[in-house]
């Protein structure tokens, strides 16, 4: 996964360095290498894969090592008290029920309008 820091210290740029080449403060840059702001601007990713040499899209990738979703594991093992007999067709049938519960919720708030 992208690093923000090691990455600038592989570049030996300090963060005000990296600050003036994307045009936020120095705590800015601190607040992206620990993961405190966690939503960035396209205007500033732009800038900030530019300041660090990689590309924008090697740069999302740090959205990545936030990214606290549950996988489907962990949703087995909450629906079925484990992930031990459960199949892909198990798990496939409560994500159709799902999906119907959510558009049978859709359309009734649709006829709510």
């Not at 549950?70 to 008290?81: G, N, W």
Request: net charge negative; proline share 2%; no cysteine.
């Amino acid at each position: 996964m992208f690093d923000l820091k090691q990455r600038r210290l592989e570049l030996g740029l300090t963060m005000l360095d990296v600050a003036k080449l994307v045009g936020v403060s120095e705590a800015t840059i601190s607040r992206y290498e620990s993961g405190n702001i966690k939503n960035m601007r396209k205007d500033r990713i732009k800038k900030y894969a530019e300041a660090l040499q990689v590309s924008p899209s090697d740069f999302l990738d740090i959205d990545t090592k936030n990214d606290t979703s549950p996988t489907d594991e962990d949703i087995k093992f909450a629906l079925f008290d484990g992930t031990e007999g459960v199949t892909d067709e198990m798990y496939d049938e409560v994500k159709r029920f799902a999906k119907y519960i959510k558009e049978q919720n859709d359309a009734r708030n649709k006829e709510k309008k």
